[in-house]
């Protein structure tokens, strides 16, 4: 098993966050290092060691993406019966390596540390059995091509009266319209009968799909 995914691994469930609250990414990169707290992390070692000297943009920024999702999983993450499941789960190499990996490899990826926090609530929720490997890696999928400024359009579409969001056919926001196309929004209009003819009402209805809903969950979570 490679020592990267290893590490991550063994850092997943870690108290070392905890002295910093829920702002830890404010404090600095430089100085959460500086402190030595952070170099007890397996992961956090393992990336200085690999880069021993200045960081780059790209691998401070994987850095910082890191100490963001090992804090947010933990944040409230108690002791419990699936938690212990799960780290006997993770016993297993192949299966951690492939649940690791994803997780790298995505946090390597992202360019705001937003994403990280929504990443590990998502992975908090698989690891908390609401939902299985396969959803997890459809729903990490989705979060990769979000537009960070789309979530307020899904706070709009559910914040509407019965949760469904109504617009104009010819004026449907292209927010709308990239939510539709990454799965989190459904478009949907009515007919009326006309003589032989089927005709489109001018008025669509926007409203969150499953995957939309786990989503806006997640971002309340991470508002509260």
């Known amino acids: 098993m490679d020592k990267l995914l290893s590490d991550f691994r063994d850092s997943i469930f870690t108290d ?3 002295s910093y609250g829920g702002d830890i ?5 430089d100085s959460l290092l500086g402190d030595g707290l952070l170099k007890d992390v397996p992961v956090i070692n ?3 060691g690999v880069i021993k000297t200045v960081l780059s943009i790209r691998e401070r920024m994987f850095l910082k993406n890191t100490i963001v999702f090992l804090s947010s999983f933990n944040n409230g993450t108690a002791e419990s019966d699936k938690v212990d499941a799960y780290k006997t789960k993770l016993s297993d190499d192949a299966q951690a390596s492939k649940e690791m990996e994803r997780v790298v490899l995505l946090l390597n990826q992202y360019v705001d540390t937003i994403k990280s926090r ?3 609530l998502m992975y908090k929720k698989y690891v908390f059995g609401e939902y299985d490997w396969s959803k997890f890696c459809e729903l990490s999928d989705i979060l990769s091509r979000l537009f960070l400024e789309d979530i307020l359009t899904i706070k709009e579409i559910y914040n509407s009266e019965n949760h469904t969001a109504k ?3 010819l004026s449907i926001p292209y927010n709308v319209r990239r939510l539709e196309s990454i799965g989190l929004v459904e478009l949907y209009g ?3 009968r ?6 489109q ?3 669509m209805c926007a409203e969150l799909t499953i995957n939309g809903k786990i989503l806006r969950g997640i971002i309340n979570t991470e508002s509260d």
Do not use: Q
């Open 16 to 18: 070392a966050f905890n």
């Open 25 to 29: 990414i404010e404090t600095g990169v």
């Open 46 to 48: 393992t990336i200085m």
């Open 118 to 120: 929504y990443l590990a």
């Open 167 to 169: 617009y104009h056919i």
């Open 190 to 192: 009515t007919y009326s």
């Open 194 to 199: 006309f003589g032989d003819r089927l005709l």
């Open 201 to 203: 009402a001018e008025t």
